[in-house]
């Protein structure tokens, strides 16, 4: 459970990216973030991982408060948590397993992280994750020779071979095509139903963020304006949520 209680986010320039954001997502819940750019919805998700620290409230992951967290036990926490980005973070000039393989670099000894050297039982366990994802015989294929659905598959099953309590998403499909990113959409969905990891998606396609979330969390200038089940989301909601761009725009 990811529980938020009053949580705000000053960046050190002085500006508050989040204010008083309660929230308690359950372990297993499928939640897109939407809100305009610059609301908060990257903000927010990084907060989880503690890519970015809150600054007021309290923030816990399944009881643990995670600003309490430093050196191996934050990193402990983080192999709990996989993060999935935009532009897929993959170390394109070499192959897919070696990509997949990286999941366990945290783990290692210095030496067998510099040199690469991984046991059968890693291997295996990226290759099961490469078939989990419906890329296994992409292996030994180099990450820049795949679409951009395949690498954002790629960087899924580096996610699961970390075997992950959580995903974080931030905007995954942003830089897909329609047709890829309901595909990949797809497979967040089955990752969630199949394995019950937590999915938590910073998503701007709305259609995308209620066709697959079961809960929506809506965000203006830093704060939640709406948190509901994606059925309820109605144009008066999305209005609200929305509300900055007619303002702009008027
Ligand atoms: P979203 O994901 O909704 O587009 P972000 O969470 O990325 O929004 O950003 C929220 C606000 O915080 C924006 O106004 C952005 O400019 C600001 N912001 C983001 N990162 C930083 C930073 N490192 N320092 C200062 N302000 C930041």
């Known amino acids: 459970m990811i529980e938020f209680k009053e949580v705000a986010k000053r960046y050190p320039?002085?500006?508050?990216?989040l204010r008083h954001i309660n929230l308690t997502i359950e372990q297993g819940e499928f939640v897109a973030i939407i809100g305009l750019s610059g609301a908060g919805k990257s903000?927010?998700?990084?907060?989880?991982?503690?890519?970015?620290d809150i600054t007021q409230g309290e923030l816990t992951v399944d009881?643990?408060?995670?600003?309490?967290?430093?050196?191996?036990?934050?990193?402990?926490?983080?192999?709990?948590?996989?993060m999935i980005f935009q532009s897929f973070n993959l170390i394109t000039r070499t192959t897919v397993i070696k990509n997949v393989l990286t999941a366990f670099v945290p783990?290692?000894?210095?030496?067998?992280?510099?040199?690469?050297?991984?046991?059968?039982?890693?291997?295996?366990?990226?290759?099961?994750?490469?078939?989990?994802?419906?890329i296994l015989d992409k292996a030994f294929v180099r990450a820049d020779q795949l679409s951009g659905g395949q690498q954002q598959r790629v960087a899924l099953a580096r996610t699961?071979?970390?075997?992950?309590?959580?995903?974080?998403?931030?905007?995954?499909?942003?830089s897909l095509d329609p047709v890829t990113a309901k595909q990949v959409m797809d497979d967040f969905q089955r990752i969630n139903r199949d394995m019950h990891i937590t999915v938590l998606i910073n998503i701007h396609h709305v259609?995308?963020?209620l066709q697959y979330a079961t809960r929506v969390v809506g965000i203006r200038a830093g704060e939640i304006v709406y948190d509901g089940p994606a059925s309820q989301v109605?144009?008066?909601?999305l209005d609200s949520i929305y509300q900055g761009k007619q303002e702009e725009s008027a």
């Not at 903000?43 to 970015?52: D, E, P, S």
């Not at 109605?234 to 909601?237: E, I, T």
């Open 13 to 17: 320039n002085g500006y508050e990216a």
């Open 43 to 52: 903000t927010l998700i990084r907060t989880i991982n503690r890519m970015h």
């Open 63 to 82: 009881g643990t408060n995670v600003m309490s967290l430093h050196g191996k036990s934050l990193r402990k926490f983080r192999r709990k948590i996989g």
């Open 107 to 134: 783990d290692l000894p210095w030496w067998r992280a510099a040199f690469g050297i991984f046991t059968k039982d890693e291997k295996l366990k990226a290759l099961e994750a490469l078939d989990q994802m419906g």
């Open 160 to 174: 699961l071979a970390q075997n992950p309590q959580i995903i974080l998403a931030d905007e995954p499909v942003a």
């Open 207 to 209: 259609e995308l963020a």
């Open 234 to 237: 109605d144009q008066a909601v």
